[in-house]
């Protein structure tokens, strides 16, 4: 017997609900913004989970009033017709000329409401995040329409998060209504304070000049302790950006580190190896949309080997062809270099073109995540966290692998090294095309944040060098703090003397830095370091 009726309920209540709710909808198809907006309260106020997709269509431009009979309706465009369904049920009703039919049009204020019903509607979900995205819809909303759903919600609400979430929204509506007592508004200002934010301030600045001294009192207290909490949450966001800024840098600069370090060579084409990387990059991508598009999530990581291929190649001819005959000339190595570096910009322009070249973000990279106030995008965290990779890498492969042994017997004393039966020869090209090549897979790293273009390099080449010079030259660990440093630095001096200042007063630091410590903050010990 109770399960007969428990199917009778069911069939039932669709048939009560779409009784009473089929007028209200239809009265939505009014030409009085003002009706409308009542006809909107009203079926908010039924509580009707039904009526979703017709106020979803009605936001969207897609909920049309039948000229024969006035019954509101959701629509799509279909040929020259309006294909039409019932909002209730879902029911195909055919398709109409679309003449035949009015789209229902609203205005900033029917959107703000529609927005509000729909957040009050949708906080009996079953699924948690879903009562909480609609929670937060009605603290935005702040319509006093939605407190009774609210209320009714918060009474059955077990959930810890939605529950705060919903006695947000309800404390934002309260402190809309200047009648309530004074107790209420202090528990609603209290309330929004343990929120922070933009949005609590809009909702609390307002009341610091309310005429109840309790209330402005509160309301000030409020909004000075979230604008403190705003001001640690911007520094924390500016080290974030300073962290990815560096990271960035440490890619840029940790080849130069190695091929400045071990040889001694300027090389100004350094930021053409990162030029190289971006490149392989994108040509990497490129075939993979014409052949294999489903592998373009895969991209970066199968442009990486061939990025460090590439420029390391590129590096290795470079250092037998040009370099080994300039070593212990050091103003010629730089012109010859600067001049080399310019020869492959225009070679790349002759090849690919002088407009900036797409590079995609795979689906891995894309987007960001909250942590308080901070937000940290994807995309930087992957390329901290290859920078720490590559570096580590580096740094095994110096200490652990007779490559390694060699390259510090080296950048120590070449002399010695040389006596002791090193190929130092050897050791500088081996030295110079691994420089090179990480310096192809910055490049890798920077086409996903940068322009890639036959400038790329350019912008990270002076950077490069302090920072080299900065930590100490040769020493990687030095590379690592100046690294991460200099993009600290620069991104909290940015809001305080602006981007272009904040650079210069980096640069004089460095200057005068360096003018203390001739040798960098971590300088190589050796009997002929400077051979």
Do not use: C
């Amino acid at each position: 017997m109770r399960m007969l009726l428990l199917l009778l309920s069911l069939l039932v209540t669709p048939l009560v609900w779409a009784q009473a709710t089929g007028p209200l909808i239809d009265a939505l198809g009014t030409d009085d913004f003002a009706a409308r907006e009542q006809a909107l309260a009203a079926l908010t106020e039924t509580g009707d989970p039904a009526i979703v997709p017709a106020l979803k269509a009605l936001e969207g431009g897609a909920l049309y009033r039948r000229l024969a009979d006035d019954k509101v309706l959701i629509g799509r465009e279909d040929g020259d017709g309006i294909a039409l369904t019932d909002p209730l049920t879902g029911t195909a009703l055919g398709t109409e000329p679309a003449g035949n039919v009015a789209l229902i049009r609203v205005n900033n204020r029917l959107r703000r409401a529609i927005g509000a019903s729909l957040g009050a509607l949708t906080l009996r979900s079953p699924d948690a995040a879903v009562r909480r995205t609609a929670a937060e819809a009605v603290f935005v909303s702040r319509d006093a329409t939605a407190l009774p759903p609210v209320d009714t919600a918060l009474a059955t609400e077990t959930d810890a998060k939605v529950k705060r979430s919903l006695e947000q929204a309800r404390a934002a509506i309260l402190l809309a209504d200047d009648t309530l007592p004074t107790d209420t508004k202090l528990a609603s200002i209290a309330t929004i304070a343990d929120r922070g934010g933009q949005a609590a301030l809009a909702l609390l600045n307002p009341l610091t000049g309310s005429t109840e001294p309790a209330v402005a009192k509160a309301a000030t207290e409020a909004v000075r302790l979230i604008e403190n909490k705003l001001a640690w949450a911007a520094a924390a966001q500016n080290i974030i950006y300073g962290l990815s800024l560096g990271s960035v840098l440490l890619l840029a600069a940790i080849g130069l580190a190695v091929t400045f370090g071990v040889m001694g060579v300027i090389n100004m084409a350094h930021g053409e190896m990162v030029m190289l990387g971006a490149y392989t990059t994108y040509v990497v991508q490129e075939v993979i949309r014409t052949h294999a598009p489903g592998l373009f999530d895969w991209s970066l990581l199968i442009a990486l080997p061939l990025a460090f291929i590439v420029a390391g190649g590129v590096g290795i001819l470079i250092e037998r062809g040009i370099i080994r005959f300039l070593y212990g000339r050091p103003l010629e190595t730089l012109l010859a270099t600067w001049g080399l570096s310019l020869v492959l910009q225009q070679a790349v322009r002759s090849i690919f073109g002088p407009t900036n070249m797409e590079v995609g973000n795979p689906a891995w990279m894309a987007g960001a995540f909250q942590v308080g106030d901070v937000t940290i995008t994807y995309g930087r965290m992957w390329i901290f966290l290859f920078g720490l990779i590559v570096f580590a890498a580096l740094m095994l492969l110096l200490r652990r692998t007779p490559l390694g042994l060699q390259m510090r017997a080296v950048t120590q004393n070449r002399s010695m090294a040389r006596a002791m039966g090193i190929r130092t020869a050897r050791v500088d090209a081996l030295t110079f095309g691994l420089g090179s090549g990480i310096a192809g897979l910055a490049g890798v790293a920077l086409s996903q944040i940068d322009n890639v273009s036959p400038n790329l390099g350019q912008g990270y080449i002076i950077d490069s060098f302090m920072i080299v010079i900065f930590g100490g030259v040769g020493n990687l660990w030095g590379t690592l703090v100046g690294a991460l440093s200099l993009g600290i630095v620069n991104k909290l001096l940015e809001p305080l003397a602006g981007a272009v200042l904040g650079k210069i007063l980096v640069l004089v630091g460095i200057i005068l830095f360096i003018q203390a410590r001739p040798r960098g903050l971590f300088a190589l010990k050796g009997r002929a370091i400077d051979h």
